[in-house]
């Protein structure tokens, strides 16, 4: 049997201001929410959020990584929406890479792509 993958799921204490901060900084569409549960689509990967309550394992999640149209545009954008970034911008040869923690604590990778390297490696 092959395991196939569902979703990244990220626990948050808040629910509808998560999905604001996912749809409305990154433009991922809802998929559904309830009080406990909701689902963002990224690029066809669902982002699973689940109400963590008092647990202490907010922020314990995997990185999500997003390739952005303008790094600096999308830094702007989160951080107006509560996120704040982790060091400074960085330029490898692929392009413009900027780790930012979302108001949950959550770490975002976010990578604008060089023309020439569209297809950069996920892990960046």
Known sequence: ???????????????PATVKF???G???????QSPGWAE????GTTIAL?????????????ILSFHVEDVY??????????A??????REPSFGKV???RTPEGNLLSLLQPTAANTHSPSSH
């Not at 993958?5 to 204490?13: G, N, Q």
């Not at 704040?84 to 911008?89: D, S, Y």
């Open 26 to 32: 990154l433009g991922l569409p809802i998929k559904m």
């Open 73 to 82: 545009d999308a830094i702007a954008t989160l951080e107006a929406l509560g």
């Open 50 to 62: 689940h109400l963590a309550g008092e647990s202490p394992s907010c922020g314990d999640s995997p």
């Open 22 to 24: 996912y749809s409305e």
């Open 98 to 100: 900027a780790a930012m």
């Open 1 to 15: 049997m092959t395991a196939k993958f569902k979703h990244v799921m990220l626990m948050v204490k808040d629910i």
């Open 84 to 89: 704040q970034l982790e060091g400074n911008v």
């Open 40 to 43: 963002l689509d990224a690029d």
